[in-house]
């Protein structure tokens, strides 16, 4: 068992316990959100550090329809 830190911009997203170290370019879930792993650095015997880029998330603008306004 590995206690794997997933990290991002020196921001810990999450820690597991793993019986496998994922590698590097494998495509993960982590929170719901699609990540990339892009390093993958041992610390030690036990510990891994997992580096990530997260996809970015697109927000879709809410179109307002003005021809059902009441003109004044």
Aim: charged letters at 30%; aromatic letters at 4%.
């Amino acid at each position: 068992m590995y206690a794997v830190h997933f990290i991002e911009n020196n921001n810990v997203l999450l820690t597991q316990l793993l019986q496998r170290v994922p590698t590097e370019g494998e495509e993960l879930k982590i929170k719901g959100r699609k990540a990339t792993v892009s390093s993958v650095k041992n610390v030690d015997e036990l510990h891994v550090h997992v580096q990530v880029i997260l996809e970015v998330v697109k927000k879709s603008k809410f179109v307002v329809d003005n021809s059902k306004k009441k003109k004044r």
